[in-house]
């Protein structure tokens, strides 16, 4: 009887490789892990399935599977920006801070360049609004207390303009994936993600 499982085994094998493309069991988890790139605190992914797959046009060993999703807001849309603000701005800080210092090497302008490129974008996406702004900002922080005391920071001055650059940074990456600000708990937009996999002698694998 034992000397049936070499059979057994290379029927198991070729079955594997004459799959046509990559089950869901091989690309769910890589597609899942690129999906969860969009979450910040207070988002989850909802309604995740298998909606497309192409083979690529190059190479026919090559086949692109696409997932589609949705982005749930567990939280409503002020609370979501603030929770992910707050921990930036204690990062741009420390980076202000790295910035500073007097020996002035290849770390400290990492920092600079890193507190530069928040500061100009948050500059930017307020720019390009013009005056819509200001009664954009007053709208969100009145439904949202602490992000209102946030903003203003009366209990650390010195650190409201980090912390306004961290914020509006945050905010616009929610608009950035079509979240209006009014959202509330529930509301979700629809989302893709797809990965490449290539046909090997082990069977489909995730593409480099």
């Known amino acids: 009887m034992f000397k049936a499982a070499p059979a057994v085994l290379a029927v198991s094998l070729l079955a594997g490789c004459s799959e046509d493309r990559p089950s ?8 899942r892990q690129q999906a969860e790139t969009d979450l910040l605190e207070g988002l989850e992914i909802v309604d995740f399935q298998r909606s497309n797959g192409q083979v690529d046009p190059v190479s026919a060993y090559r086949y692109k599977v696409t997932y589609t999703y949705r982005l749930r ?36 302008l990492q920092q600079s360049t ?23 900002r007053d709208a969100l922080l009145a439904a949202c207390e602490p992000c209102r005391a946030f903003w203003e920071s009366a209990d650390d001055p010195g650190r409201a303009e980090l912390r306004r650059i961290a914020f509006i ?27 490449y996999f290539e046909k090997t002698e082990k069977g489909w694998l995730p593409a480099s």
């Open 24 to 31: 869901d069991k091989v690309a769910g988890p890589v597609v």
């Open 73 to 108: 807001l567990a939280r409503p849309f002020g609370e979501v920006v603030l929770a992910t603000a707050r921990p930036l701005s204690e990062e741009l800080h420390q980076a202000m801070a790295g910035a500073a210092r007097a020996d002035g090497d290849w770390d400290a």
């Open 169 to 195: 940074n945050v905010w616009s990456y929610l608009e950035d994936k079509q979240f209006r600000d009014g959202a509330q708990v529930g509301d979700s937009v629809e989302r893709y993600a797809w990965h």
């Open 114 to 136: 890193r507190l530069m490129r928040f500061s100009m974008a948050a500059s930017q996406w307020v720019a390009n609004q013009g005056d819509g702004f200001d009664a954009r």
